[in-house]
């Protein structure tokens, strides 16, 4: 299985930014395509952005213009730099390789522990 360890999370108020990281297992990293999820409190996990093993990305309207994905196949990492953050951008955030590039599509590696961002004043 792909094991991930994700970092960078916090506490910010609205309108700040934090910028997450994402180690992956294997080498074989290079071949996937990755995404964030999120998951708030009493609700489900939902992915908000993906990259390609080329980068090509595909946000959630509900970040677009705001966040931000990235890769390093060098260094087995995939990155996410979220800018004007809102309240409602309060949730833990996961990676993982994902079965396609559209919001549809599934997880098949194993789910770290996540990083926790909270947004308030």
């Known amino acids: 299985q792909v094991q991930f360890v994700e970092s960078g999370g916090g506490l910010v108020q609205p309108g700040g930014s934090l910028r997450l990281s994402c180690a992956a297992s294997e080498s074989i990293f290079i071949i996937y395509t990755m995404g964030w999820y999120r998951q708030a409190p009493g609700k489900q996990r939902e992915l908000v952005t993906t990259?390609?093993?080329?980068?090509?990305?595909n946000y959630a309207d509900s970040v677009k213009g705001r966040f931000t994905i990235s890769r390093d196949n060098a260094k087995n990492m995939v990155y996410l730099q979220m800018n004007s953050l809102k309240p409602e951008d309060t949730a833990v955030y996961y990676c993982n390789a994902n079965s396609g590039t559209t919001l549809l599509s599934r997880p098949f590696g194993s789910w770290g522990q996540g990083t926790q961002v909270t947004v308030s004043s």
């Open positions: 990259i390609t093993s080329g980068g090509i990305t």
